[in-house]
């Protein structure tokens, strides 16, 4: 288990938990970032931050502070597979490189 | 029963029969299409208002589009869901339930979904369809879903939430005969009282939980056999460039000087080029005019004051152009994430920096400009700080104040001279002021709100000359209508106080006018700032507009200011001494001397609290930083 923006660019991994002010949780849910969702870590600001997310087939980029408060579990990568940003937990996954 | 004969574009306010349809509400996520849908289906009979009490813009029109311009079409601001948590869905909400004083009862509903990312907008159809409204869900982009591998069974679609569905693409104007069709029957149905039990096995979530919103969207689309499209190759290697550590930053400092030049040396020459050739057309149209006074306020007056309002609408419309341009491809959202993490030591995020570096050339179109930010607080400290860059009508008056009071000393060879760092140093001062207010206000009035910086990056596409055209005639509409007037009101104003009281039977000199007593009457007051009367006369007449100045000085010192130009000099070289000269332009970069700007910001704001505290907050702080200039510079260089 951890932070967000601990998330190293290219890993995927599966949102546990949001611990963030109830609106902003709100806010970030309606986006896509909500528990059992699927995100990769696309690619950090040329400045180091934002992080750009990408979740549910839409890029979204979050400062760090925000993405500090999102608890998520690694998914372990399998050897040869390729990293896929569309697919959600339970459903065929599409072959698209990252 | 129906206003089609002719173009006005009114909200229905005659009572509502029972069962008639006459307004639709037109609601759908951010980036959805759905603002392309909406010019599409009401072309040019579009209107823009603001909600009673927010800065929420209400736009609606009839319908046109589809030949029903018995219809009112209102566009609801683009929002991700209904909860209460911002100013927009809030005042979505109150729109469809009939709760919006003005607004009129919503009679049918079209949501528009982006089928490319269904299964996620259809977190925004559960509360919409909980609402009960009639509804025809419109499957937006549905041709690019297809080109890209995606599918969805919209029959079975339409039997899990119990409405309509059509797949449409608002961009291209295909399946859009749907909606006519939708509209027809409702109206029919209406009218025959007669509602078929529609099969449905709609359930929805528990209202106001996203996490059942979630699960519930994740289930339709699962039982539809949504299949999400693949995302284009395209978008993800041009951000490898685009953001990129180091051709990011380049790209991105490419762009900003683009846009700087191009309102700078394309905006403002064509604004000075339509200035003087309203000047020469009224000219040419008072020398017809009999008597003399008629010509004055006629010309003097009200042309030049029309004059004023349109000179602003290149630099506009120019500088929504390339917005629009850098909106529409979705750069502007990779424009923004490279900003922010400077713009966050000011305390303003990374949508600001636009906005921002063109109130260099006009705070007027940057302060319109700032509708991008979606943070109200962070917006309104934009707004507010805007102002304080060095704007171009500042010039003017440095130009000849420096070149009156300050030597041509080289400095770094004949590369950089003593002229040139004062100009710049004039330019930091507005620059540190800017920030030291933004700082200022994120710390205590606009402390950062619990909206958190969540920025979507949009696919790359072509923007379509459509959607910029219509963006153009929406925000220069707006411009001219909702400023315009109050610019025009001040003008008029300002020329009736310089005119009188009338001194046998004439116009009073400059000096004997209303404006000339107050400026006599304040000059114990500005004495300190080391600024006489004329001075006075002339900070008053420039309330209006700073370049303004300079033809004041020069009517009060006697010459012509386009001809002698050096003859202003010497007088002022006369009248004044280095601490006051030096204060006068100190005063220039902290003070709010444009009623545009002033405006703007009541525009904006929607309120006459906001730029009565920035003309007040500027007020003192150009008095107290023009004071401490006059000293310093009176102690250490006299």
Not at chain 2, 59 to 78: V, Y
Not at chain 2, 143 to 162: H, I, K, N, P, S
Request: with cysteine.
């Amino acid at each position: 288990m951890l932070a967000l923006n601990q998330l190293a660019v290219g890993a995927a991994a599966i949102i546990h938990e949001l611990r963030l002010p109830e609106s902003v949780e709100h806010h970030l849910m309606h986006m896509g970032f909500s528990p059992e969702a699927r995100v990769v870590a696309v690619r950090r600001a040329p400045a180091g931050d934002p992080t750009v997310y990408a979740i549910d087939g839409m890029e979204i980029a979050l400062r760090k502070e925000t993405a500090r408060g999102i608890l998520v579990q690694l998914i372990p990568v399998q050897p040869g597979a390729v990293q896929s940003v569309n697919s959600a937990p339970g459903r065929p996954s599409h072959k698209a490189s990252a | 029963m129906s206003c089609h004969a002719t173009g006005i574009v009114d909200l229905p306010t005659t009572p509502r029969i029972a069962g008639q349809l006459r307004t639709v509400a037109l609601i759908g996520p951010p980036n959805s299409g759905k603002s392309t849908l909406f010019n599409r289906l009401t072309g040019l009979r579009q209107k823009v208002a603001n909600y009673p009490g927010v800065t929420v813009e209400q736009h609606f029109g009839k319908m046109a589009g589809i030949r029903r311009p018995d219809l009112t079409l209102i566009d609801l601001p683009g929002i991700y869901s209904l909860d209460s948590y911002s100013e927009d869905a809030r005042v979505a909400v109150d729109v469809l339930q009939g709760n919006m004083p003005g607004s009129p009862q919503v009679d049918a509903v079209l949501l528009v979904l982006d089928s490319l990312h269904l299964q996620r907008q259809l977190m925004l159809a559960a509360p919409v369809l909980a609402l009960k409204l009639p509804t025809l869900l419109l499957l937006n982009m549905s041709d690019l879903m297809e080109a890209r591998g995606g599918a969805v069974d919209t029959l079975a679609l339409a039997q899990e939430l119990g409405v309509p569905v059509a797949k449409i693409s608002a961009a291209r104007g295909e399946g859009l005969e749907a909606i006519p069709r939708f509209l027809k029957q409702r109206g029919d149905r209406e009218q025959a009282e007669s509602l078929p039990a529609a099969p449905t096995r709609l359930e929805l979530p528990v209202i106001g939980n996203a996490r059942s919103y979630r699960q519930w969207a994740t289930g339709v689309s699962t039982r539809t056999r949504y299949k999400a499209p693949l995302s284009p190759e395209w978008t993800r290697r041009l951000d490898r460039w685009l953001l990129g550590r180091v051709t990011g930053p380049m790209i991105f400092l490419l762009v900003v000087i683009s846009v700087f030049q191009v309102v700078f040396s394309l905006g403002l020459p064509f604004s000075d080029w339509s200035q003087n050739g309203l000047n020469a057309l009224g000219d040419l149209l008072g020398r017809h005019l009999h008597p003399a006074w008629l010509e004055s306020l006629l010309i003097d007056g009200i042309w030049k004051g029309v004059a004023s309002v349109l000179i602003f609408l290149p630099q506009i419309l120019l500088l929504f152009l390339f917005i629009g341009i850098l909106e529409d491809t979705g750069y502007l959202a990779r424009a923004a994430l490279i900003a922010d993490r400077v713009m966050r030591l000011i305390g303003l995020n990374g949508k600001a920096f636009i906005p921002l570096l063109s109130a260099y050339a006009c705070a007027v179109p940057a302060i319109m400009a700032t509708r991008t930010i979606e943070n109200k607080r962070d917006r309104f400290a934009t707004i507010l700080v805007a102002p304080f860059m060095t704007c171009s009508a500042r010039l003017p008056i440095y130009l000849l104040v420096i070149a009156a009071f300050i030597p041509n000393k080289p400095l770094l060879g004949d590369f950089f001279g003593l002229q040139a760092a004062v100009m710049l140093g004039l330019y930091v001062l507005g620059f540190l002021a800017a920030l030291f207010t933004a700082r200022l206000l994120k710390s205590s009035v606009l402390k950062a709100s619990s909206a958190p910086f969540i920025l979507e990056l949009p696919q790359y596409r072509v923007p379509t000359l459509h959607a910029l055209g219509h963006r153009l005639l929406d925000r220069g509409t707006v411009f001219l209508k909702q400023a315009g007037t109050i610019i025009l009101a001040v003008t008029i104003a300002l020329w009736v106080l310089c005119h009188v009281p009338f001194h046998a039977g004439g116009f009073p000199e400059l000096a004997h006018s209303v404006v000339g007593r107050v400026g006599q009457w304040i000059e114990p007051v500005i004495r300190p700032l080391g600024f006489n009367w004329k001075i006075g006369i002339g900070l008053l007449s420039s309330i209006i507009a700073r370049e303004v100045i300079v033809g004041t000085l020069g009517t009060l010192y006697g010459s012509d200011p386009a001809t002698q130009a050096v003859g202003l000099q010497q007088a002022l070289r006369h009248d004044l001494t280095l601490g006051g000269a030096m204060a006068l332009v100190v005063f220039f970069a902290f003070a709010m001397q444009c009623t545009s700007t002033l405006a703007v910001v009541r525009r904006e704001t929607n309120s006459w609290g906001w730029p009565a505290i920035q003309f007040v907050y500027m007020t003192i702080l150009a008095y107290v930083a023009a004071f401490a200039t006059n000293v310093l510079v009176t102690r250490f260089f006299s």
